[in-house]
């Protein structure tokens, strides 16, 4: 069965191709590379050994989608990546990122109505509770005002996915995630920031490699027990895996309603300071960080309530806050010897 994903070779998505073509699906990746590089391709064939069929454009471009789509008549179901993800960025650059996340998903869906394609999961993101007044966050839990234009996309987008299935045929499962880290266990793929990092974990494994002097703590004057911000850390194998268990419960009709909504996190939330030490317990590395000022558009807290993921989707994260960060460290050490590699030749 052939499977679209959109922004393929990108953090997650490359890791939920790995999962999809080790389950026998066919993977078909678009990407602009805006973000992530070709070569992540090769890395996905080293652990899968399939190459997956690639296309490079942008989903902004109406012409060329209605194309690939006409051009592909046999897509069973579309997992949806590409976005633009930068919490900071996009309160700098809010009509880049209102244009990017929202023509993109626009254009697929009106594709996937043309061609009757039934079947989409969404990469939406918890930071559509804004602020949460009540801790942990259900999907029952009331919407706030978007905390950044980011998150403001995220809300819109699950809108015209809620709109848009009321009026077609197609079924969508928005998967809300906490915040992924962490890497593949072969240390083939993993979090690929270009330039400075906007998150905290590659910000972390940069600093404690030597390509970052120090890292800045974003506020320590929050209402949590150490004073920085609380959020619920997922491994991106775990949350790689809760797409496949979604999209074939939305293939074979077991969905509750034409619009599904989870929760993907582990339900434990930590704060930057215990994620720093955790960091430095499984990498022996001492980590440089000062206290900076709090960052435009961050929330205080967030955590998930995962029961009904767990219960409905028959998904649990099994990996840990100190599994994240040690895959996480051996990506980047991997990364480091490359680039040594290719000083050397
Ligand atoms: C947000 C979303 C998350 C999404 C991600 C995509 C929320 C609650 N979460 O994550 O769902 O997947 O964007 O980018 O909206 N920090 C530092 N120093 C740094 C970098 C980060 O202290 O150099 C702190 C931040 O202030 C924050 C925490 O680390 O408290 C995590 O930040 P980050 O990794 O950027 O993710 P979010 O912005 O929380």
């Given at each position: 069965m052939k499977?679209?994903v959109t922004g393929g070779?990108?953090?997650?998505g490359s890791?939920?191709?790995?999962?999809?073509q080790q389950?026998?699906y066919e993977?078909?990746?678009i990407?602009?590379?805006s973000?992530?590089?070709?070569e992540v391709?090769y890395s996905?064939?080293?652990i899968?050994g399939?190459?997956?069929?690639?296309h490079?454009?942008?989903?902004?471009n109406?012409?060329?989608?209605?194309?690939?789509f006409?051009?592909?008549k046999?897509i069973?179901?579309?997992?949806h990546f590409?976005?633009h993800?930068a919490?900071?960025?996009?309160?700098?650059k809010p009509l880049k990122?209102y244009?990017?996340?929202?023509?993109s998903?626009i254009?697929i869906?009106?594709?996937?109505?043309?061609?009757?394609?039934?079947n989409?999961?969404?990469?939406?993101?918890?930071?559509v509770?804004?602020?949460a007044t009540?801790l942990p966050v259900?999907?029952k839990?009331?919407i706030?005002?978007a905390?950044?234009?980011?998150?403001h996309?995220k809300q819109i987008?699950?809108e015209?996915?809620?709109?848009?299935?009321?009026s077609?045929?197609?079924?969508?499962?928005?998967?809300?995630y906490?915040?992924?880290?962490?890497?593949?266990?072969?240390?083939l793929?993993?979090?690929?920031?270009?330039g400075?990092p906007?998150n905290?974990?590659?910000f972390i494994?940069?600093?404690a490699?030597?390509?970052r002097?120090?890292?800045?703590v974003?506020?320590?004057?929050?209402?949590t027990?150490d004073?920085?911000?609380?959020?619920?850390?997922i491994?991106?194998v775990?949350?790689?895996?809760a797409?496949i268990?979604?999209?074939?419960?939305?293939f074979n009709?077991?969905?509750k309603?034409?619009c599904?909504?989870?929760?993907?996190?582990?339900?434990?939330?930590?704060?930057?300071?215990?994620?720093?030490?955790?960091?430095?317990?499984?990498?022996g590395?001492?980590?440089?960080f000062?206290f900076?000022?709090?960052?435009q558009g961050?929330?205080?807290?967030?955590?998930?309530?995962?029961?009904?993921?767990?219960n409905?989707?028959?998904?649990?994260?099994?990996k840990?806050i100190?599994d994240?960060?040690l895959s996480?460290?051996?990506w980047?050490?991997e990364l480091?010897n490359?680039?040594k590699?290719?000083?050397?030749a």
């Amino acid at each position: 069965m052939k499977i679209l994903v959109t922004g393929g070779t990108g953090f997650i998505g490359s890791h939920t191709v790995v999962e999809l073509q080790q389950k026998g699906y066919e993977v078909v990746i678009i990407d602009n590379l805006s973000t992530s590089v070709k070569e992540v391709l090769y890395s996905i064939e080293k652990i899968t050994g399939i190459l997956p069929e690639f296309h490079e454009f942008d989903l902004c471009n109406e012409y060329l989608t209605a194309k690939f789509f006409d051009n592909n008549k046999d897509i069973k179901g579309v997992i949806h990546f590409a976005a633009h993800k930068a919490v900071g960025e996009s309160v700098e650059k809010p009509l880049k990122y209102y244009r990017n996340n929202l023509f993109s998903l626009i254009n697929i869906m009106q594709c996937m109505n043309e061609h009757q394609i039934k079947n989409l999961v969404f990469s939406s993101s918890c930071t559509v509770y804004g602020q949460a007044t009540e801790l942990p966050v259900t999907e029952k839990t009331s919407i706030q005002k978007a905390f950044s234009p980011y998150g403001h996309t995220k809300q819109i987008s699950e809108e015209i996915i809620e709109c848009s299935v009321k009026s077609s045929g197609i079924k969508a499962t928005l998967l809300r995630y906490f915040n992924p880290i962490g890497a593949h266990e072969t240390a083939l793929i993993g979090e690929l920031p270009i330039g400075v990092p906007n998150n905290l974990v590659p910000f972390i494994t940069q600093t404690a490699i030597g390509k970052r002097e120090n890292l800045n703590v974003f506020g320590n004057d929050y209402n949590t027990p150490d004073g920085t911000c609380i959020r619920d850390y997922i491994h991106v194998v775990d949350l790689a895996k809760a797409h496949i268990i979604a999209f074939e419960r939305m293939f074979n009709n077991l969905s509750k309603s034409d619009c599904e909504i989870f929760n993907i996190g582990t339900g434990k939330g930590y704060t930057v300071l215990e994620a720093i030490r955790s960091f430095e317990k499984v990498s022996g590395k001492k980590l440089n960080f000062k206290f900076a000022k709090r960052r435009q558009g961050d929330i205080e807290k967030v955590w998930a309530d995962t029961t009904y993921a767990n219960n409905e989707l028959g998904w649990k994260a099994e990996k840990d806050i100190d599994d994240m960060m040690l895959s996480a460290w051996k990506w980047e050490v991997e990364l480091s010897n490359k680039v040594k590699i290719r000083h050397k030749a």
